[in-house]
């Protein structure tokens, strides 16, 4: 990464600006936020007045396009994840802005005001049917009770109630001790939800008294100016619903068309006056002399020469370009992970965590593959991992083409298919014991039999499982050591040099030394006695490193070394749940579809076919969840901590993304 300072005339601001727009090859800071000492000396420059223009027409086009994409009839569904649409690439021509203007009030000048009118006729219905919606559910209480709704309310004689209760016996007390009052019922619903429409009328003399005892115990009505038998005032109101659904049919119907016929058009319109937004945009990132501007940011090293070219050619000179390498600290270069293509969803992982510090290692490929092996052992059944490879390769052929993020994920979970696929076959799992149990009649037979270099192969998981123990062990001890050696070759680039002869070179000793006494001490191996004093030797020098770098606390760091690396046996358990659950969900398969076979044969076989299906599904979605998880947790805990800091941000060059628009031919002066 190079620190980068360009100084351009400002006849050209505006030509270097385009420019660096179209090579995305600087990531442009804000040099009042990053670099304000330089506003000791010159002032600050201010955004383009043109930008609010652009931001005025981007707004404007916008909200057509959002009441467009609503009238749109979206597939759902099977369908829509089987085709998806693609957006239309429109090929634009480069203009001038005021040519731009030009095009977009020509476009919203035919249809923004027709669309807008439309909108607000909708939200006049919508409004509408809301407020039908509230009478209908009031009188439908009402429907039974011989009344005028337009007489609800207060005369100059009586005043009448309406609404509903849920404690009528108390309502029906209090009005029976007051004689000017009466009270009519219906009663809805049943058990602890019976409600009962209520209708009461008294002389005007008890209004205090109503009112009161209404506020207590009834919800009332609003019927605003309906008037009619409540039974009229239904039939009514559902003519008036439905002759607002039809109207709203009949606009949503010529939205459409508009959608259909304009709706990329705008997506291409907006796409090109964001562009010129952003352009006019970040001059308020500049600082600024009498006739020149300073532009200051970040490149990537390999893009230093052709970002000068680029840049001098197009002002023909009058730019002053300046590449300094920067320090981690103060300056804070931004990060630029550098994967192989294939490699692009293992960045997300990394990301998921921490970006890492500028000339930290990048991890990405290396936590990539130890995150699908770690995945295999912990999902380790061999029918999950078909499904997940056959999904995978779907995706990847049928949807990558539409996404990239898509296609980088699909690419990493053929892999985890692969390795899960592999690992099941080496444990004896296929769907648990699906094809022991109801292939070859015999739950204890193997898939398969097969002696290599004296490995007798499958491994049943269940039945031995300190076997794979072992191996989860040996697992987390490699990848416990790559961190090691990541740490010490990190220490090295950052020439960190106590650190790297103490922190990080004592685990080597300390690993080897410790690893023969355990071995001596504790699993009966032989070693002379010479050895066993190199070991013993080894140890004190790997105390002695890690205490001159900790000091007494040092020795905490050896039980949390021990307790990451038994937390590798977390391959082992949760490779038992996947194959102790595959195998729980065939064996009540078995036993059900046997009990109901009695009864009914071809029902029970259906019922069995049935639950392993469910019960498999379900199973592979927790595990796999629980495996991607687990193995996740690994590489961010237990391996990270070796040697991976993180805390840094991303390089984000100024550049043009398009999803909508393209530009035939389009060339960097």
């Not at 480069?94 to 040519?99: P, T, V, Y």
């Not at 009229?232 to 008036?240: N, P, Q, T, W, Y």
């Not at 296929?430 to 490995?455: C, K, M, Q």
């Not at 890690?546 to 905490?556: D, N, Q, T």
Request: charged share 25%.
């Amino acid at each position: 990464m190079k620190k980068t300072s360009l100084i351009v005339h400002q006849n050209y601001v505006e030509d270097v600006i385009n420019t660096l727009h179209k090579t995305g090859m600087m990531e442009i800071i804000d040099i009042s936020k990053e670099e304000p000492e330089t506003l000791e000396t010159i002032e600050k420059a201010s955004m383009d007045p043109e930008a609010a223009t652009c931001t005025t027409y981007e707004l404007r086009i916008s909200r057509v396009i959002d009441i467009l994409k609503k009238a749109l009839t979206k597939s759902s569904g099977v369908k829509a994840l089987l085709h998806p649409q693609l957006p239309e690439i429109k090929t634009v021509e480069e203009g001038s802005l005021e040519e731009i203007y030009s095009y977009i009030e020509g476009v919203l000048g035919e249809i923004e005001k027709k669309i807008l009118n439309h909108e607000q006729r909708l939200n006049e219905l919508d409004e509408q049917k809301k407020q039908i919606g509230f009478h209908l559910e009031q009188v439908k209480y009402l429907k039974e009770f011989e009344l005028n709704l337009a007489n609800i309310g207060k005369s100059e004689y009586i005043i009448v109630k309406a609404g509903k209760t849920s404690d009528l016996p108390d309502l029906e007390k209090k009005i029976e001790q007051n004689d000017y009052t009466t009270i009519y019922s219906q009663q809805f619903g049943s058990g602890k939800k019976i409600e009962w429409a209520v209708l009461i009328a008294a002389h005007i003399t008890e209004r205090e008294f109503i009112e009161k005892l209404c506020r207590e115990k009834v919800t009332e009505f609003d019927f605003g100016e309906l008037s009619g038998s409540p039974k009229d005032v239904l039939e009514s109101l559902k003519k008036e619903e439905i002759a607002i659904n039809k109207e709203k049919k009949r606009i949503i119907s010529h939205l459409r068309k508009f959608a259909e016929k304009q709706l990329n058009d705008l997506l291409a319109i907006r796409e090109e006056i964001r562009l010129e937004r952003v352009r006019k945009e970040v001059t308020k990132n500049f600082a600024k002399t009498s006739s020149t501007y300073v532009i200051k940011g970040w490149v990537l090293e390999r893009d230093e020469t052709a970002l000068k070219d680029a840049v001098t050619g197009i002002s023909k000179g009058h730019v002053i370009c300046e590449f300094a390498t920067p320090s981690a600290n103060p300056d804070n270069p931004p990060t630029h992970i550098e994967t192989p293509k294939w490699a692009e969803g293992f960045k997300g992982l990394l990301e998921m965590f921490s970006t890492p510090k500028y000339n930290e290692l990048n991890p990405t490929i290396i936590m990539g593959f130890f995150f699908i092996l770690f995945f295999g052992v912990m999902l380790g059944d061999a029918g999950y991992g078909l499904i997940i490879l056959t999904l995978s390769l779907f995706g990847y052929f049928k949807f990558g083409k539409y996404s990239d993020m898509i296609r980088s994920w699909s690419f990493m979970g053929f892999w985890m298919g692969l390795v899960t696929t592999v690992v099941g076959f080496l444990t004896n799992s296929f769907f648990g014991d699906f094809i022991p149990r109801f292939v070859y009649g015999d739950p204890t037979a193997f898939l398969y039999s097969a002696n290599i270099g004296g490995i007798q192969l499958p491994v049943n998981s269940i039945k031995d499982p300190i076997t794979i123990l072992v191996v989860a062990l040996i697992f987390g001890l490699i990848h416990l050591n790559v961190g090691i050696l990541l740490g010490i070759i990190q220490a090295f680039k950052a020439k960190k040099y106590k650190e790297l002869l103490t922190a990080r070179l004592c685990w080597i000793p300390l690993q080897i030394g410790g690893g023969m006494l355990i071995a001596y001490s504790m699993l009966d191996f032989q070693l002379s006695q010479t050895l066993i004093y190199i070991a013993v030797v080894l140890v004190v020098i790997g105390l002695i490193q890690l205490f001159i770098s900790a000091g007494p606390i040092g020795f905490f760091s050896i039980t949390g070394y021990v307790g990451d690396w038994l937390s590798y046996a977390r391959l082992l358990a949760l490779g038992l749940a996947t194959a102790g659950m595959a195998l729980a969900f065939n064996v009540v398969a078995e036993l059900l579809g046997e009990m109901v076979n009695n009864l009914i044969p071809i029902l029970g076989t259906i019922l069995l076919i049935l639950i392993l299906i469910v019960a498999h599904i379900v199973n592979l979605g927790l595990q796999a969840l629980g495996a991607g998880i687990h193995s996740l947790r690994l590489q961010y805990v237990e391996f990270f901590n070796r040697f991976y800091e993180g805390g840094g941000h991303k390089f984000a060059p100024f550049r043009i993304n398009r999803k909508y628009t393209k530009i035939e031919d389009e060339k960097i002066d």
